[in-house]
């Protein structure tokens, strides 16, 4: 019997841990911070709160091979004072959405990706724009799991040129030398793992 199996996560159980490590930064965003910078430069705060809602929205719809809609991108944040716990209410369909049966089988999204890759997109904006979400308004984030820190690895590795193409990633920043995993991870979407 193998005793150093390696256990392989479903996008659902992956996009839970995220989600826990998520929840206290959405609820410890201050408003005196909407406006403040983020390492995505296009974003804001209240930006890049508006972008990550419009994208575990539709990332739902996803897991279900409905067609989305990443045209427009609503202002969640001014539509409610509630907008955090709204967030994290999405963000618990989400996890629902990608851990039922079937969910990630097949193919979905307007590209025809497998849908396995395609939940890896949404762990992916979970992780790292949480991430930048806490550098810019000053948080303490605990970091990812080590299982979401490898499954995205190789889904930036197989996005990443096309992502480049399309403005989504930045051309990679030099990792240094001992850096962990993570930081090599956001090294590869053109993070800057210092950003302060």
């Known amino acids: 019997m193998d005793t150093n199996e390696v256990k392989t996560y479903g996008i659902g159980e992956l996009l839970a841990m995220a989600r826990e490590r998520a929840v206290p930064v ?22 890049l709160v508006n972008h990550l809602f419009q994208v575990i929205v539709q990332f739902q719809r ?3 091979k409905e067609a989305s809609d990443f045209g427009e991108t609503p202002d969640r944040v001014a539509e409610s004072p509630e907008w955090r716990e709204r967030l994290v209410d999405e963000a618990d369909r989400l996890v629902a959405a ?10 979905t999204g307007g590209m025809n990706m497998p849908a396995r890759l395609v939940g890896s997109m949404a762990l992916l904006d979970l992780t790292v724009h949480v991430w930048d979400l806490a550098r ?40 240094a030398e001992g850096a962990s995993a993570f ?14």
């Open 26 to 47: 959405v609820r410890g965003i201050p408003d005196a911070a909407l406006a403040a910078p983020t390492p995505c430069a296009e974003y804001d705060v209240k930006a």
């Open 62 to 64: 996803l897991a279900v």
């Open 98 to 107: 990608w851990s039922a049966p079937g969910a990630e089988e097949g193919r």
């Open 136 to 175: 810019a308004t000053g948080q303490d984030w605990s970091g990812a799991d080590e299982a979401v820190v490898a499954e995205l690895a190789g889904a930036v590795d197989e996005l990443a040129p096309t992502a480049r193409k399309m403005g989504v990633f930045g051309e990679p920043v030099p990792a």
């Open 183 to 196: 930081e090599r991870l956001l090294a590869q979407t053109g993070r800057d793992p210092h950003w302060e």
